[in-house]
């Protein structure tokens, strides 16, 4: 009888641990996604990159609420302010390729703030430096084409009059 109440007994204790709830499992660790970056307003135009970089400069000192903070031409680089938002505007040249056949220039804004802030006042003036660029390249082109002539005419030398 002996036997009967330990193999009863390992029975029901074996019965009751089966029924015994496990520990809770810890909560799942959710892992936020990180804010995808918006972005960066960028165009390409058919110009090469000093007169683009010229044209850029030009448009900007026209603009209002734009103050500048530096500029670098050898970088392609204007570091401004425009409505007190920190802004970088890049000209690069873009190299020749199937695709590209003709002296190409990417112009990008971004903003000069880490993380990237907004890129409302960038968006603004992109739109505001796309829709310029072509008048402003023509101007620019104009302008070196004049002063070129000059100092051509300035290098010949002028034949003296004979006074009669």
Known sequence: ????????????????????????APPPVVVAAPAPEPVRPRFTIEAGA???????????????????????????LYAIRYHGE????????????????????????????DPPAGYGNAAALFALLESALPAELDSV??????????KEKAKTPRKKRSKK
């Open 1 to 24: 009888m002996r036997s009967l109440s330990v193999v009863s007994i390992s029975c029901l204790a074996l019965a009751l641990s089966a029924c015994a709830h496990a520990p809770p």
């Open 50 to 76: 000093n007169d683009t970089w010229n044209a850029v400069g030009q448009i900007l000192v026209r603009t209002p609420g734009v103050a500048y903070d530096g500029r670098a031409q050898m970088l392609g």
């Open 86 to 113: 920190p802004l970088m505007i890049l000209t690069r040249a873009l190299p020749l390729s199937e695709a590209i056949a003709g002296m190409t220039t990417e112009v990008t804004v971004t903003t000069r703030t």
């Open 141 to 150: 082109r104009a302008r070196f084409a004049a002063e070129k002539l000059a």
